[in-house]
């Protein structure tokens, strides 16, 4: 069983500030990932497939190929989406590595601990090896055990300064700098040592 720890990557900003852009490129060269796709924009790209049932989830979740899949579900999201999430966790610990993004969070978590097997992937999946790419517009509404867990923060414009302003307080980057940002712009702090990179997301 693995026991190298995976990354959490924490991914906030705007609408069009680029978030989802930057995870594209950042995941490009990995072989299994799983993404929650609420709004089906990730099965939609080259060389992905699209699920949109828990049977066939699963299906995935077993297999030891290569595989990119994005899971696009309807209706009350918070029962697939602890689906999605138990399926990574599987994946990822008793079949191979596994990449995981995960769109939207705010819909489908508040700002309390973590639901469910969300929470058992972000506590345990990281334990054991998964790479988890946590994307929201509004962290500020989203559950707090992301960001509490995270490896990584990634800042992208942000729509509201209640939005800048918690951020601020969570990664202690300054909130003239998150204010400051265009769009394709980001900061990124490391939270294991405090450094800070800031750079301009390239297509």
Not at 8 to 29: D, E, F, I, P, Q
Not at 148 to 170: E, H, M, P, T, W
Not at 177 to 189: D, N, R, S, T
């Amino acid at each position: 069983m693995k026991t190298n720890d995976g990354k959490l990557v924490v991914v906030s900003g705007a609408s069009r500030s680029g978030k989802t852009a930057y995870v594209r490129k950042a995941v490009k060269g990995e072989k299994r990932i799983m993404a929650w796709d609420p709004e089906d924009q990730w099965s939609r790209l080259p060389g992905w497939r699209r699920v949109t049932t828990v049977t066939e989830l699963l299906r995935y979740a077993e297999s030891p190929k290569n595989y990119k899949v994005g899971f696009v579900a309807r209706g009350d999201l918070k029962e697939p989406f602890d689906a999605w999430a138990e399926a990574v966790f599987n994946a990822g610990v008793f079949v191979g590595p596994v990449v995981a993004i995960a769109e939207e969070l705010s819909d489908v978590t508040t700002p309390s601990k973590a639901p469910g097997n969300w929470g058992v992937l972000l506590r345990r999946g990281l334990k054991r090896g998964i790479d988890i790419y946590a994307i929201s517009q509004r962290w500020a509404e989203a559950d707090k055990t992301a960001v509490g867990n995270a490896s990584y923060f990634v800042l992208f414009r942000q729509s509201s300064g209640d939005d800048i302003r918690y951020l601020s307080r969570k990664t202690r980057v300054a909130e003239s700098e998150i204010a400051g940002l265009k769009p394709l712009q980001f900061v990124m702090l490391n939270s294991a040592d405090g450094s800070i990179v800031r750079d301009t997301l390239k297509f």
